[in-house]
């Protein structure tokens, strides 16, 4: 399989290494409580974006792409802006019954995203094969949430108590940083038409 592969799809598993080493270093980071896990984890998600956006333009500068293409961008996708920001959040400390429903929902947001994306990005390419706009915001924007819980942790306002604290309702715990994911979430499953750079 791996001779089958383009140059595109080795930055695109450089992405998916990136977000499963962010979930790998936030089990760590649980377990030993150390903080250079934590900023390890938060700076692979950045390092994930690159190698995204460098894998389509490679791809459209070689001319070249594989059938695995479309998908194996989709999952390293999922992991590293998916999966990844949410296990931040859960590491962080949102942890409440309503945080996790919530970072739940937007994992569940950012894969619909990128399926819907795969449906329809024939429909909305131009005569070179470039989307010419997407629909709901791309999947990498979830960055934005890492660059916030990192301006977070390095002012202080993750420890002792998380920034904007925690509200009870109905018995279950829901800190109103969590609103964040549910925000970016909801902006990928939007109709909102987004010009692509």
């Known amino acids: 399989m791996i001779r089958s592969f383009v140059l595109a799809d ?61 998908d194996l961008d989709s999952l390293a996708d999922t992991l590293s802006f998916g999966l990844a920001p949410a296990a931040l959040g859960f590491a962080i400390g949102l942890r409440g019954t309503l945080d996790v429903v919530i970072l739940l929902y937007f994992v569940g947001c950012g894969i619909s995203r990128l399926a819907r994306f795969n449906a329809t990005a024939d429909a909305l390419a131009d005569d070179s094969g470039k989307v010419k706009y997407f629909e ?7 960055v934005l949430i890492v660059f916030l819980i990192g301006t977070l ?38 109709t909102w038409h987004v010009p692509k750079l």
Request: neutral net charge; hydrophobic residues 50%.
């Open 153 to 190: 942790h390095f002012l202080g306002h993750l420890t002792p108590h998380l920034w904007l604290g925690q509200w009870t309702i109905g018995g279950l715990v829901l800190h109103p940083l969590t609103l964040v994911y549910a925000l970016s979430g909801s902006a990928m499953i939007s």
């Open 10 to 70: 080795f930055l695109t598993l450089g992405n998916g290494f990136c977000g499963a080493g962010s979930v790998l270093a936030l089990m760590q980071y649980l377990i030993v409580g150390e903080d250079r896990w934590l900023i390890l984890a938060m700076a692979l998600l950045p390092i994930a974006g690159i190698f995204d956006f460098a894998d389509g333009r490679v791809a459209r500068w070689r001319r070249n792409s594989s059938t695995l293409g479309a």
């Open 136 to 142: 709901g915001t791309p999947i990498p924007t979830s």
